[in-house]
Each structure stands twice: as C-alpha cells, then as structure tokens.
C-alpha cells in the first residue's frame, strides 16, 4: 500500500469528521437529543393557533406509536456521510434516518437541506443530533467518522487514535442499538472494520466493511469502457484489501459467461499485448485522481453503500466483495478483515463463496493480509 496517499484518501472520505469525533454523544443517562423534527423550517405562526387548525382539519381514528423496522443511522455528516445519505434517501431504504456529527451548526443545515426536499422524494423521518441516543433501535448503522492523519504521523498511531474514537463511537450504538448491523466506511476500512469487530464483540456477520465493493465496480466499470459494454454485463472481481494491495481476479473475469482468459490466455498479466493489467492499476489510481482534481471521493462510495444497505435491509442475498474477517480461508491464519465474495442479507453476512484462485492470486491476497496484520498486531484495545 502506498501509504501517504492512502491515509489522504482516507482522510478525504471522512470529510468534516473530528479526531475527538462524537465521544460527546456517551452518556450514562443521556439527555434528550435536540433532534431536528422532520417536518419542514421552525415554525413562524404561533402554537396554538397551529394546534386549532390541525385539530379543525383533521380527525384522529386511532393513536398508533410509529415502529421503525428500517432504521438507518449514519455517524459523520461529511461529503461521504452524506453521499450515503443521499443515496439511501433516493432508493426509498430507509423508514427513518438518524444522523450523527459532533458539528452541530453543519448538522442541522444538511438535516434541513434533506428535509426541504421531501416533496419530491418519498423521504422517510429524518432526525439528527450529537447524542446518540437519536440513533436507538436502529436496523443499520454506518460509520463514515474517523481521525485524520497529523504530519508526521505513523501509520499505527493514526490507527491506533481512531480505536480510541471507535471505543466512544461503538459504545453509544450498542447502547442504543443493541442488535444493529454495522457498516465501517471509514479508512483504513479493513483494519477498522476489524477494530470495530474487537471492541462491539458483536457476531462476525453484523461487522461488514464496505472493503473492495467499490474497488469492484470501478473494475468492471473499466473493463466495460474497453469492450463497449455496460458495466453491468461485465463480471469481474477485485478483493483483498481496499486499497493498494487489492486483488483482481483475472481468472474469473467473463463476459454472458466467456472468460476473458479463454480469449486471452495472458490477461492481466506482463506477457499480455493488450496490457489489461492496466485496468486494476487505474482502479487503485482513480481515487487518488479524484482526490486531485475535487478534493475527496464521495458519490461512488455513497452510492456503493446504499447497495449494500438494499441488500441487508431487504434480505436480498446478493454477493458482494465485502470486507470480513477471513481467518482460516485461503492460508491465512490470523485475524484479518479482507474483502472476498459474502452474501449480504437480513442478518448481515450469512455466508462466504469460495472463489476458486490461482496460486499467484491466493499468495497476493495472503500478502494483503500479511501487510495488514503488522500493523494490526500491535494495536491496544
């Protein structure tokens, strides 16, 4: 992995997040959260002349108490928090939405913006506050917070400080929401979807990266760009880590079922003429092009998540490269979060697939998790 633009990859991604980022919402008996309603700009006609006219215009039949079944709570309103946001809004996923953020001023105005658009989308409650207590009982959260690398910094110490903010992150949602399903987003997105696994406690298949699902369809979107086909028709896989080291599988890389390696025996490989290997090579530089020409990446990791979250939320058993931990698969012995093919439903990964690899694509993958775990193995929990 080249680090130095990895960590400004990841630090772009977390957008306005804080290194002291939401801790201030732990409370042992948490204050009502200052939730911003859903309905509309504050009010300029007085109360109660409000409360007579709803009351001559409308006749309740029944009182009913709202029960949330598809709650999504999103911690960190950046350009990447709110790329999910956006996206999960437009699929029509979520039956409320909470959003997090220690910047109160930015919070209420991305919560207000969402809100005025309710006309024209079926937009669910949206609610927000620093306490975490706006996010209770929620289905799903997604984690898009994280610290920023200072100059000079290590690799483990940045590591290292955001377990220190995951602790006061993880320890609000599990208070709040015991029995959720979390997606990690922020970067180093497999090491802190491992973090997040070791401090939650929480069964493997509720702690799922969003890893090399991203990674993945820049690769086929790619390849699609070179064959004049729709992304979509292009099926191909890139795991292993999100970033430098990640993994594309060549050998599984078909079109309406033909293999490109059966066209081309040297694909992705130096012997090939058509130099394809510079597909995966352009997926690893395109965040950082991004990065350049617009400051950060948020709509394609937005728009990635929100796949996800259709996935699990409907239980959709669809697979995706998503990162969890792999120990015991492919020759790796320790406990590492990488990406490889998960089916995603209701109860977060129900299952792994066994993708078949050549032994050049298994050693890099193992490779990939040789890096992280020098840097995971020191961490303090």
């Not at 007579?52 to 709202?66: F, G, P, Q, W």
């Not at 530089?285 to 259709?310: C, H, N, Q, R």
Request: charged residues 20%.
């Amino acid at each position: 992995m080249s680090w130095a633009v990895g960590v400004l990859w990841a630090s772009r991604r977390v957008g306005a997040a804080r290194a002291n980022f939401l801790c201030l919402g732990m409370r042992p008996f948490p204050r009502q959260p200052a939730c911003i309603p859903h309905r509309g700009a504050w009010p300029v006609i007085p109360v109660s002349k409000m409360a007579t006219v709803k009351h001559e215009l409308i006749k309740r039949l029944s009182s009913e108490e709202a029960i949330h079944r598809n709650k999504v709570s999103i911690i960190g309103t950046g350009s990447v928090g709110m790329a999910c946001a956006v996206s999960i809004l437009l699929k029509g996923l979520s039956d409320e939405l909470a959003l997090v953020d220690v910047a109160e001023g930015k919070l209420k105005g991305e919560t207000m913006d969402l809100q005025h658009g309710s006309p024209f989308v079926k937009m669910p409650n949206i609610v927000s506050s620093k306490d975490y207590r706006v996010t209770a009982n929620s289905n799903l959260v997604i984690i898009t917070a994280g610290a920023r690398q200072e100059r000079g910094e290590t690799r483990l110490n940045l590591v290292q400080r955001n377990v220190a903010i995951f602790k006061c992150m993880i320890s609000s949602i599990i208070q709040y929401s015991p029995h959720c399903k979390v997606i990690v987003v922020s970067n180093p997105v497999d090491i802190l979807t491992y973090v997040t696994w070791k401090i939650s406690k929480f069964p493997q298949s509720r702690v799922i990266g969003s890893g090399c699902n991203l990674d993945t369809a820049r690769f086929r979107f790619l390849i699609g760009q070179r064959l004049g086909i729709h992304s979509e028709s292009c099926h191909g896989w890139v795991l292993g880590e999100h970033g430098d080291s990640s993994v594309p599988v060549w050998s599984g890389v078909n079109i309406a079922g033909v293999p490109l390696k059966e066209v081309n025996s040297h694909i992705g490989t130096d012997k090939d003429p058509e130099q394809w290997k510079n597909v995966h090579k352009d997926v690893i530089a395109s965040a950082y092009e991004i990065i350049k020409m617009k400051g950060y990446t948020s709509w394609a990791i937005g728009l990635s998540v929100a796949d996800l979250t259709e996935s699990i939320l409907k239980n959709l058993r669809r697979v995706h490269p998503v990162s969890t931990i792999i120990k015991g698969l492919y020759g790796i012995n320790e406990e590492v979060s990488l990406s490889v093919p998960c089916i995603l439903g209701e109860n977060g990964v129900t299952d792994l697939i066994k993708v078949k690899l050549t032994p050049e694509e298994e050693a890099r993958l193992k490779k990939s998790a040789e890096t992280l775990w020098e840097i995971q193995k020191d961490l303090k929990f």
